[in-house]
């Protein structure tokens, strides 16, 4: 199948689309599943391909897993949990970190359990580090083989008191889905506490568990013996939202996101508003448009919840191209999340990166060599490019130049947008995008 798709741009995105459940919770609410003893329900769930590779993960360990895309459904029966071949766990696993969440349900209905090496996106290292030290303290043998790791519980597991050394989102979620069903009482303090972990503890709650959220980000769970099934409708995906909202300001559009919710993207509308966007909130969802007129530089620093998201960064960089003045963005979640600029520089973007903690507080790669600063310079007009898709979101955020840029560019590797956009082809096309797969 052809995987080149041919952008004209230079035309205002206008019109309505919808956003369905967040890719980042449906994900980890499926492997929630696998620790319930009778059948789960999740819905507003979007036909993505991560949604696939984890729905193909479930069956390969014995879970019956129906999907009824139309209406968003998923339903799971998990009374048959076995283990997987470790040659089909791999042949899956190359496109998604999800494998490594299977670890705590895993241990706790069979004992042991296998991770491949990891796929995800080029935006760093994304080591697993703080996840195989967190098994560790509940008890678990972590095991480096050639091919993965094997980890075993042997005595079972057991409540434990740990430290995060950085608020990572995977390692809360990896904690809160081993505690629920370990012996004891487990405390993490530094935890993560984005509103995908809060649906993920209101669907573990659902399912009999006992965890409790401090507003110092400590999070403690009184481990239960049994988990029941659950019945639960994914919040919005905010990424996406956003995603659409950084298109509308960097086309001079003007986008109603049907399904969009104001709670978990306060920090992104006020930035929203800062440069010169504009935005309706209604019940239906929000609507994101450029009013006309200037755009405004900004200084922006991305951090955990409540800051501003680090997947929110890409696209709004584009929309900061066609901003007045100089704009600094210094990226304090992930070291390597500023390579889809060079694309962007090609279009005549002028964007410079920098390996120093540029507007912000110093931050864990200050002192090393991570360009994870950046100036950008507008507004410059966009020229049309040929564009290989780095990762998800700086591939969608390359589309979104595209869009913006006179002429007719080539993107190519587009299927790595459909891991995380739902129907996004569709999507353009509803925003009047002239977008056509080439031969
Ligand atoms: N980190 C470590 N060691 C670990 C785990 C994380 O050093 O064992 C570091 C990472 O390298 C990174 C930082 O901690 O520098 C934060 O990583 P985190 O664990 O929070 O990220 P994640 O759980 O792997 C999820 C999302 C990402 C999103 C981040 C931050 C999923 C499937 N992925 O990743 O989403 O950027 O949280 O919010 O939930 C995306 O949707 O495009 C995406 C990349």
Known sequence: MPDVLRVTGGAPLTGEITVRGAKNFVSKAMVAALLGEGPSTLRNVPLIRDVDVVADLLRLHGVAVDYD?????????????????????????????????????????????????????????RPIDFHLQILRDFGAVVDKTATGIHITAPRGLRGTKAVLPYPSVGATEQTLLTAVRAEGLTELSNAATEPEIMDLIAVLQKMGAIISVDTDRTIRVEGVEKLMGYEHTSLPDRIEAASWASAALATGGDIMVRGAEQPGMTTYLNFYRKVGGTFDISDEGIRFYHPGGELKSIVLETDVHPGFMTDWQQPMVVALTQAT?????HETVYENRFGFTEALGRMGAQIQVYRECLGGL????????????????????LRAADIVVPDLRGGF???????????????????????????????????GAQVEMED
Do not use: W
């Open 397 to 431: 955020s390359h589309l979104i130049a595209a869009l913006s840029a006179e002429g007719t560019s080539r993107v190519q590797g587009i299927e790595l947008i459909n891991r995380g956009y739902e129907h996004f082809m569709r999507k353009l096309s509803l925003l």
């Open 325 to 329: 003045g100089l704009s600094i963005i």
């Open 362 to 381: 110093p931050c864990r790669f200050g002192q090393r060599n991570f360009n994870h600063s950046a100036v950008v310079s507008g507004p410059t007009p």
């Open 69 to 125: 895309d139309d209406a968003g459904v998923l339903r799971f029966d998990p009374s048959n949990v076995e283990q997987a071949h470790v040659r089909d766990i791999d042949a899956l696993a190359g496109s998604s970190r999800i494998p490594i969440l299977f670890c705590g349900p895993l241990l706790h209905r069979l004992g042991e359990a296998f991770i491949p090496d990891l796929g995800g996106c080029h935006i760093g290292d």
